[in-house]
């Protein structure tokens, strides 16, 4: 039976029913891209952990492959077909990430506590960085007070931006994801200071935040904040980058007593200094799938 042979009003219906799956695939998530330039901007060492470790880890991965393009020429040539990895790293520029602080005025936990936190955190973050595959740039504001100098950040971050030209970036949601204080600032001046680059910029940023989605409260522990006014827009895949994710977690030590109360993979450390410090995450407790939500 064709469509025309049904009565009008189960015509209508049927067509109906067309555009709501096609209003809701049209809401559904879309893959955040790899390609071109993105940077994160956040206030402490160890945020990049919460806030895109997995997607930053891809990123890392596949600008390391860059450096053999040359290698995917000559497979090109010799094969008459570029091999898809390589085609697709030669759009992926290594990830950058800016942070406002050191994060001096957190805890050592236990560990090197001979040393000033601001060099041990300096050392955690470039081990951190080397998992991920990061590049990192860190300023010189004061942990903990960023809502003060909140203009100063702004123009800071907008100065960072001419700099780097991303393509994308991405910072917390307005919650701070954990509530603290820096990190509102540094969602609030970011957002301003991408407002005020795409005033002028030939190619304006796109701008996301991160959200958590409210279903994975098997993987957030209790300090995990949400943004329910923001939907998720887009995801990232990171199953293949749990354990790198977790290694990057596990580099920054002296935090991993706070992280237990942010992921539940280290729930068992939440609050408890080891020394030497001696932490083991749980892989299967990792975001398999991180989520964003683009807000320019
Ligand atoms: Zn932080």
């Given at each position: 039976m064709d469509i025309c042979d049904l009565p009008v009003y189960i015509q209508l219906d049927q067509l109906n029913q067309l555009r709501d799956s096609f209003e809701q695939q049209s809401r559904r998530p879309q893959r955040l891209s790899n390609k071109g330039k993105t940077l994160?901007?956040?206030a402490h060492p160890d945020d990049?952990?919460?806030?895109?470790?997995?997607?930053?880890?891809?990123?890392?991965?596949?600008?390391?492959?860059r450096s053999i393009d040359r290698l995917g020429s000559l497979w090109n040539k010799l094969?008459?077909?570029l091999p898809r990895q390589f085609a697709l790293a030669k759009w992926v520029?290594?990830?950058v990430v800016y942070y406002a602080t050191l994060g001096e005025k957190g805890n050592h936990n236990g560990v090197r506590t001979d040393e000033p936190l601001?060099?041990?955190?300096?050392?955690?973050l470039k081990k951190a960085a080397k998992i991920l595959g990061i590049k990192t740039f860190v300023d010189r504001f004061s942990d903990g007070e960023l809502q003060q100098i909140i203009w100063r950040l702004e123009l800071r971050i907008l100065a960072f931006l001419k700099r780097e030209c991303p393509d994308r970036v991405i910072t917390f949601a307005p919650s701070g994801l954990t509530g603290h204080a820096d990190h509102k600032a540094i969602a609030d001046a970011t957002t301003r200071a991408v407002e005020r680059y795409n005033q002028t910029a030939e190619k304006p940023i796109e701008l996301y935040y991160r959200v958590i989605d409210p279903n994975e409260k098997g993987i957030t522990g209790p300090f995990i904040t949400y943004d329910p006014e923001y939907d998720i827009t887009?995801?990232?895949?990171?199953?293949?980058?749990?354990?790198?994710?977790?290694?990057?977690?596990?580099?920054?030590?002296?935090?991993?007593?706070?992280?237990?109360?942010?992921?539940?993979?280290?729930?068992?450390?939440?609050?408890?200094?080891?020394n030497p410090p001696r932490y083991k995450g749980e892989t299967s407790k990792i975001w398999r799938e991180e989520t964003y939500c683009r807000v320019k």
């Open positions: 994160f901007v956040l990049e952990t919460i806030t895109g470790a997995g997607y930053l880890a891809r990123l890392g991965f596949l600008a390391k492959f094969s008459g077909k520029k290594p990830p601001k060099v041990v955190r300096r050392e955690e887009h995801t990232k895949s990171t199953s293949v980058f749990r354990k790198r994710i977790l290694r990057a977690i596990e580099a920054h030590q002296t935090q991993v007593p706070e992280m237990g109360t942010i992921y539940t993979a280290f729930e068992k450390y939440a609050k408890k200094p080891q």
